[in-house]
């Protein structure tokens, strides 16, 4: 039986209403459960929903906060609205003892120095863009997490950023660390001399947490969303944040990191970093290093190898090339060796399944000589585009950070759930030899992101036995031994239930290039 | 002409947080001084209501 209760007039964010849909998902007697407000989104992931398509839900507005669930008997609609109730409490519990002013200028009259607005309200309807407008208004500089916000308002937003001297982080910017400060999704990186620029979310985490693993520190870690280096945007905030690096005396040594740039812009920013005359690591991922080269700049093959240059240069070291393992060629051998003993014949394809966006790309880019063609949500190559991100196809990657895995779910670093599900449901498939994962800690992240894919990795593995094979999983945690979920324990619970752990990304890709050569 | 930038790196790093609520948490966790908005849309989403006020204001 499907059952709803609207409450007009209560506005709640929305990643903590997926929270809750999802702890009201977990109850015995809920086949589904849509807890939101009435948005158009909101209204529409309910109509598609055969289990639950609730009348009630439909005629709701944005105003409205709704409880939908798909229940077995009244009893468990009850528990469904006391677990609801018992969520929302929290929430209010805190407020109470909290202070929460309604505007930026009530803001201003408890902290009236605010330097940095961290912004991640829907970029949908203009909402990110008047925050954020208002805020540069106010000489704040903003970390914009939001996307959904149009060319034109970033364009706009940055121009008036950079004539007010200020920094605009995004849109759809994931990572910074400003002064020693995590914002958003972030690591607990050591102080040093790297400043880093970067238009990549986890690829920035990446980078700066191999720095801090090699023992190096960065100064800044300034992001600038995705977008900033296509042509619509020209490079307007990389080129404003690698100036002020430049000028940084902290700062001794520089890394950039991006998807490459529209060829222009990347001409310019590879020029303004030769005429700033520091040590400038370039990490345009898959992109060409021939110009890069002619600029004096030193190019990087893999974001692990922008961070071991970087450290090694910060620490007046020779620079050389990474490609390779921590580990022998001899150890690499036997791990190989040992991994595909149990494999059945019909076991031939990699599942690359990713909470990480450019972790994944990195992927992708490094496999794609050896597996040929890799189906994907984000393909490298058109033809390539899966045609059911719910179905994978020979080899496949998948980025479960992308918006078409992100339609009312909060982002696969807060909840992993979902990609512990596909980590199972591929250890099923009888094809399938190998699964490639990322796992993502730090301050935003979950708070024990291995918890439920360690028990997907377990599960699957059993199950694989039990069908008469075995199941290889590769791994790498991105993060640090500072952050909060800590980096060897991480590795320790993963590798516990069963996973090859890999200290890199790039390692890791590596490792499974080498399972996918020897199986054929 | 200085970019001002390289003045907020000599600064402490004070936040407003608009939104998801748990980035602010995590702000706190760390001692990084943080006040949070109860933002919520202007006229409750309602996009007609919306451009009616955007006009009178």
Same mark, same amino acid.
């Given at each position: 039986?499907?059952?709803?209760?609207?409450?007009?007039?209560?506005?709640?964010?929305? %990643?903590?209403? =997926?929270?809750?849909?999802?702890?009201?998902?977990?109850?015995?007697?809920?086949? *589904?459960?849509?807890?939101?407000m009435?948005?158009?989104?909101n209204?529409?992931?309910?109509?598609?929903?055969?289990?639950?398509? $609730?009348?009630?839900?439909?005629?709701?507005?944005?105003?409205?906060?709704?409880v939908?669930?798909?229940?077995?008997?009244?009893?468990?609609?009850?528990?469904?609205?006391?677990?609801?109730?018992? !969520?929302?409490?929290?929430?209010?519990?805190?407020?109470?003892?909290?202070?929460?002013?309604?505007?930026?200028?009530?803001?201003?009259?408890?902290?009236?120095?605010?330097?940095?607005?961290?912004?991640?309200?829907?970029?949908?309807?203009?909402?990110?863009?008047?925050?954020?407008?208002?805020?540069?208004?106010?000489?704040i500089?903003?970390?914009?997490?939001?996307?959904?916000?149009?060319?034109?308002?970033?364009?706009?937003?940055?121009?008036?950023?950079?004539?007010?001297?200020?920094?605009?982080?995004?849109?759809?910017?994931?990572?910074a660390?400003?002064? +020693?400060?995590?914002?958003?999704?972030?690591n607990?990186?050591?102080?040093?001399?790297?400043?880093?620029?970067?238009? $990549?979310?986890?690829?920035?985490?990446?980078?700066?947490?191999?720095?801090?693993?090699?023992?190096?520190? %960065?100064?800044? %870690?300034?992001?600038?969303?995705?977008?900033?280096l296509?042509?619509?945007?020209?490079?307007?905030m990389?080129?404003? @944040?690698?100036?002020?690096?430049?000028?940084?005396?902290?700062?001794?040594?520089i890394?950039?990191? $991006?998807?490459?740039?529209?060829?222009?812009?990347?001409t310019?920013?590879?020029?303004?970093?030769?005429?700033?005359?520091?040590p400038?690591?370039?990490?345009?991922?898959?992109?060409?290093?021939?110009?890069?080269?002619?600029?004096?700049?030193?190019?990087?093959?893999?974001?692990?190898?922008a961070?071991?240059?970087?450290? #090694?240069?910060?620490?007046?070291?020779?620079?050389?090339?990474?490609?390779?393992?921590?580990?022998?060629?001899?150890?690499?051998?036997?791990?190989?060796?040992e991994?595909t003993?149990?494999?059945?014949?019909?076991? !031939?394809y990699?599942?690359?399944?990713?909470?990480?966006?450019?972790? @994944?790309d *990195?992927? =992708?880019?490094?496999?794609?000589?050896?597996?040929k063609?890799?189906?994907?949500?984000?393909?490298?190559?058109?033809?390539?585009?899966?045609?059911?991100?719910?179905?994978?196809?020979? +080899?496949? #990657?998948l980025?479960f950070?992308?918006?078409?895995?992100?339609?009312?779910?909060?982002?696969? =670093?807060?909840?992993?759930?979902?990609?512990? *599900?596909?980590?199972? !449901?591929?250890?099923?498939?009888?094809?399938?030899?190998?699964?490639?994962?990322? @796992?993502?800690i730090?301050?935003?992240?979950?708070?024990?992101?291995?918890?439920?894919?360690?028990?997907?990795?377990?599960?699957?593995?059993?199950?694989?036995?039990?069908?008469?094979?075995?199941?290889? %999983?590769?791994?790498?945690?991105?993060?640090?031994?500072?952050?909060?979920?800590?980096?060897?324990?991480?590795?320790?619970k993963?590798?516990?239930?069963?996973?090859?752990v =890999?200290?890199?990304? #790039?390692?890791?890709?590596?490792?499974? !290039?080498?399972?996918?050569?020897?199986?054929? | 002409?200085?970019?001002?930038?390289?003045?907020?790196?000599?600064?402490?790093?004070k936040?407003?947080?608009?939104g998801?609520?748990?980035?602010?948490?995590?702000?706190k966790?760390?001692?990084?001084?943080?006040?949070?908005?109860?933002?919520?849309?202007?006229?409750?989403?309602?996009?007609?209501?919306?451009?009616?006020?955007?006009?009178?204001?």
């Amino acid at each position: 039986m499907v059952k709803a209760q609207i409450t007009p007039g209560a506005y709640y964010d929305s %990643v903590s209403l =997926m929270i809750i849909s999802n702890a009201v998902k977990k109850l015995e007697g809920v086949t *589904e459960a849509l807890v939101g407000m009435g948005t158009d989104l909101n209204r529409e992931l309910n109509r598609n929903n055969p289990n639950l398509n $609730s009348p009630e839900v439909e005629k709701t507005t944005p105003n409205d906060f709704f409880v939908a669930a798909n229940v077995r008997d009244e009893e468990v609609w009850k528990a469904v609205l006391a677990k609801v109730d018992e !969520k929302l409490n929290e929430k209010k519990e805190d407020a109470a003892s909290n202070y929460y002013p309604a505007t930026l200028e009530g803001a201003l009259k408890i902290q009236p120095d605010t330097n940095m607005a961290v912004i991640s309200v829907p970029g949908k309807g203009g909402h990110a863009y008047n925050v954020a407008k208002n805020c540069l208004m106010h000489h704040i500089n903003v970390m914009l997490f939001s996307d959904n916000v149009s060319i034109e308002e970033e364009h706009e937003l940055k121009t008036e950023a950079v004539k007010r001297g200020l920094l605009v982080m995004g849109p759809d910017c994931g990572t910074a660390i400003v002064n +020693h400060v995590p914002l958003a999704f972030a690591n607990v990186v050591h102080p040093g001399n790297i400043g880093m620029v970067c238009a $990549s979310g986890t690829g920035t985490q990446e980078v700066s947490s191999i720095i801090d693993q090699l023992g190096g520190g %960065v100064s800044q %870690v300034l992001g600038t969303g995705g977008r900033d280096l296509k042509k619509d945007i020209g490079g307007i905030m990389f080129k404003h @944040c690698l100036e002020a690096l430049i000028a940084d005396p902290e700062t001794k040594v520089i890394v950039l990191v $991006s998807k490459p740039p529209y060829p222009l812009v990347q001409t310019e920013v590879l020029k303004m970093a030769k005429e700033g005359k520091k040590p400038t690591v370039v990490c345009f991922i898959g992109g060409d290093p021939v110009e890069i080269k002619s600029m004096g700049l030193i190019p990087a093959v893999s974001l692990e190898d922008a961070a071991r240059k970087a450290v #090694a240069l910060s620490k007046g070291e020779e620079v050389k090339t990474f490609d390779g393992f921590d580990a022998s060629p001899a150890e690499i051998d036997a791990i190989v060796n040992e991994a595909t003993k149990n494999l059945a014949p019909t076991q !031939k394809y990699m599942r690359a399944l990713y909470t990480g966006g450019t972790l @994944c790309d *990195e992927s =992708m880019k490094y496999l794609l000589p050896t597996c040929k063609r890799i189906f994907s949500n984000i393909p490298l190559q058109d033809n390539d585009k899966l045609e059911n991100k719910d179905v994978s196809r020979e +080899h496949t #990657a998948l980025d479960f950070g992308d918006d078409e895995f992100t339609v009312g779910r909060p982002h696969p =670093m807060i909840d992993p759930s979902l990609r512990a *599900e596909r980590v199972l !449901k591929e250890a099923n498939d009888e094809t399938c030899a190998v699964i490639l994962v990322d @796992c993502v800690i730090g301050y935003g992240s979950h708070e024990d992101p291995a918890a439920d894919l360690s028990d997907a990795i377990k599960k699957g593995k059993e199950d694989a036995k039990k069908a008469g094979r075995d199941v290889i %999983v590769v791994a790498s945690v991105c993060g640090t031994e500072g952050d909060p979920q800590c980096l060897s324990k991480t590795q320790e619970k993963l590798r516990n239930a069963g996973a090859i752990v =890999m200290p890199t990304n #790039a390692q890791a890709c590596r490792l499974v !290039k080498k399972i996918i050569e020897k199986i054929g | 002409m200085e970019n001002r930038v390289n003045v907020l790196f000599t600064k402490q790093i004070k936040i407003v947080n608009f939104g998801i609520q748990s980035f602010y948490n995590d702000n706190k966790k760390q001692g990084v001084p943080s006040v949070h908005v109860d933002w919520k849309p202007v006229a409750g989403g309602n996009k007609e209501l919306e451009s009616i006020l955007d006009d009178i204001l």
